[in-house]
């Protein structure tokens, strides 16, 4: 009754999303309250539904319904109950019905927290949430089901994928997704303000958490998928600029720049076009990540499906979907344009100029992205573009948006008074030299020039974003600490937060690239090698006998200063269905280090292949995107002006 029950729910929220989308063409001859009461009762029973189907199929992985196609090719009698669990987004069926089930329950919560807005706006918000959502709907019940039947039954299943059975993915996914798929909110938003031609600056207000909220879940869950590829993939990085990590990253850049310009809207009443069309954007870079990820036609460790059909279903709702906004801004776009006016000087223009860098960005990585194919298309030859062009697109880039947040900390809005302005950076641009000579040249004796600029960039946004909060601080000096900190309004805290977590990221992505030493070696049991004075000693290698997999791991002891500091445990794990082999890191990680260790092919009886390699700061990297993920929860909850004085 499973597939019964589970076809039943997803064709009946499609009714209903179906009906809800009609309604928005006849929003001028059905009641306002009428269409609003429908199209929200319909919107929560979708969410409902939804959520029941993706239910039923989580119960079928875990009572091993192998009668399920989906089920029995991706899990076993032997998984792991959690494993099992997070089997139902581990491929692309069941990763369509997590999109599916987080954009229904996106689209329900507009429903609940719109009270501020007009009931007529907020059903045509509802409505076009309903259009995306009968899209993905119909795309899982005619193309990607994961109800279908298989006969005759297996007495197990395929396994899932190895590398999908890690903790890190267990909560990867569905976090990425409410930030990819939150994107749908600023979406609907504009297509509703086009189709109204109206927009009022208390309506941004209201936006503009929803879009941070969006902007915090991406942040987690890029965070978590470049950490899961340091530990899980044996090679010590944790970026690759793999298309599909492109293809998250992408529409994460676009939504920083929406956030910062809904700033400026909210606050001068400007840039509400533009802030409509960044808004457009940025679901269009969601979509395209889901034709990218599920249409066959890119080989990736994140690639959910090889079907043609399939990616041509998205290509065609991505092309439909961004045609019809794009024709509708360009059509409606003029009345939302502000005749107010602002200096160069101004805060305004600064993160105009920061909005430009950051759109000129996304698109670079987005043509380094998608030339490949082009090319391949259309015979010219198969052309990769890989690490070197990204990484000097983006250094090239993003060095002058990191520059210029400081500035844009300290500049007024309108117009700014230069005085002042200047006396207060050029203090801080002198401290954050001498810090930066300091560190780079008594810790790591370098004499690379954009290290040392990185490393400056890095400092001078730390301590301007630390100064500004201190003297917020330092104003009310009637009272207290606790009482100052309480008082102040939570954007500070969610601005000063984010930048310092930039610049710390910055800090670790500059040292762990330019300062790590790598060894790739083939180790006898009892040898030694020594690594940034660590000595690695190699014991030897154990079986081990898991209930889904075998593996062999690896015992190094290592030494300081002759001292025994700590023992690794590698692992070369091969998987008992499937006969993947798997490489398991073991790594040692403190505030300014880690000592990673990753076992090898077996060279003869009693040597092996190690990978070790020492990473300074690389920790840093973690620890910049939590402060940024912290800001953003600053920026959801709490207050946003100071209490008024009785």
Avoid at 103 to 113: E, K, T, V
Avoid at 472 to 490: A, H, N
Avoid at 517 to 537: D, L, N, Y
Avoid at 609 to 616: Q, S
Wanted: proline fraction near 3%; aromatic fraction near 16%; hydrophobic fraction near 50%.
């Amino acid at each position: 009754m499973i597939t019964e029950f589970g076809n039943l729910f997803l064709s009946v929220a499609l009714s209903l999303s179906l009906c809800s989308t009609i309604l928005l063409f006849f929003k001028d001859s059905v009641d306002t309250n009428i269409r609003h009461n429908i199209c929200l009762k319909f919107t929560k029973f979708s969410f409902l539904l939804i959520f029941l189907s993706f239910g039923l199929l989580a119960y079928a992985f875990l009572i091993d319904d192998f009668s399920l196609r989906y089920v029995a090719n991706n899990s076993n009698l032997t998984l792991e109950k959690v494993y099992k669990f997070s089997a139902v987004w581990g491929a692309h069926e069941g990763s369509i019905l997590l999109w599916v089930l987080v954009l229904s329950a996106w689209a329900a919560l507009i429903g609940i927290y719109s009270t501020s807005l007009p009931k007529k706006f907020v059903t045509d918000m509802l409505s076009i949430m309903a259009l995306l959502l009968t899209f993905f709907l119909l795309f899982i019940l005619i193309t990607s089901n994961p109800f279908d039947r298989i006969f005759p039954v297996p007495e197990n299943g395929r396994d899932l994928n190895p590398l999908l059975q890690d903790p890190g993915l267990i909560i990867h996914p569905p976090l990425l997704y409410l930030g990819y798929v939150g994107t749908s909110v600023p979406f609907a938003f504009a297509v509703a303000v086009l189709i109204n031609k109206s927009i009022k600056i208390e309506w941004i207000s209201w936006l503009r958490k929803w879009v941070i909220s969006s902007w915090m879940f991406l942040t987690v869950g890029i965070s978590l998928g470049s950490w899961w590829a340091y530990h899980e993939l044996g090679w010590g990085g944790w970026w690759f600029w793999d298309p599909v990590e492109n293809a998250s990253f992408m529409p994460w850049l676009a939504i920083t720049a929406l956030l910062h310009s809904l700033i400026v809207s909210e606050k001068r009443g400007i840039f509400i076009s533009w802030s409509i069309l960044l808004s457009i954007l940025t679901f269009s870079l969601s979509l395209l990540g889901t034709f990218l990820v599920r249409s066959g036609i890119l080989v990736s460790v994140h690639a959910f499906a090889n079907d043609p059909e399939r990616g041509l279903y998205i290509l065609l709702f991505l092309t439909l979907i961004v045609g019809l906004s794009l024709i509708l801004y360009f059509m409606n776009s003029s009345s939302l344009i502000s005749k107010k006016s602002y200096q160069v000087s101004s805060k305004e223009f600064i993160l105009l100029i920061n909005n430009l860098f950051l759109t000129i960005t996304t698109f670079a990585i987005l043509l380094g992205t998608l030339y490949p194919l082009i090319t391949s298309s259309l015979d010219l030859g198969k052309i990769s573009v890989g690490a070197p062009y990204f990484n000097f697109i983006f250094s090239a880039l993003m060095l002058p948006i990191v520059f210029l947040m400081a500035p844009a900390i300290y500049s007024s809005w309108k117009n700014t008074d230069y005085g002042r302005f200047k006396k207060l950076l050029s203090s801080l641009f002198f401290y954050s030299i001498i810090i930066s000579y300091v560190f780079m040249n008594f810790i790591f004796e370098s004499d690379i020039f954009v290290v040392y600029l990185a490393i400056f960039l890095a400092v001078f946004t730390i301590l301007s974003s630390v100064v500004k909060l201190i003297q917020i601080l330092l104003i009310r000096r009637d009272e207290g600490l606790f009482d100052k900190i309480i008082s102040t309004p939570s954007t500070l805290f969610a601005n000063s937060f984010s930048h310092v977590g930039i610049g710390v990221l910055i800090i670790g992505i500059t040292i762990s690239t330019y300062f790590s030493e790598q060894k790739e070696i083939i180790m006898k049991e009892g040898t030694s090698v020594v690594i940034r004075q660590v000595t690695v000693k190699f014991i030897g290698v154990e079986d081990k006998i898991a209930s889904n997999y075998s593996s062999q791991v690896g015992i190094f002891d290592t030494f300081e200063d002759k001292s025994y500091k700590l023992s690794f445990f590698p692992e070369k794990r091969t998987y008992n269905i499937q006969k993947n082999v798997m490489t398991e890191a073991a790594i040692s990680s403190n505030l300014l280090r880690d000592i990673y260790i990753a076992l090898g092919d077996k060279f003869s009886d009693d040597s092996w292949v190690v990978r070790i390699y020492y990473k300074p700061f690389i920790q840093f990297i973690w620890y910049g995107a939590l402060l940024m993920i912290l800001g953003g929860i600053f920026g959801i909850f709490g207050k946003e002006k100071f209490p008024r004085k009785t």
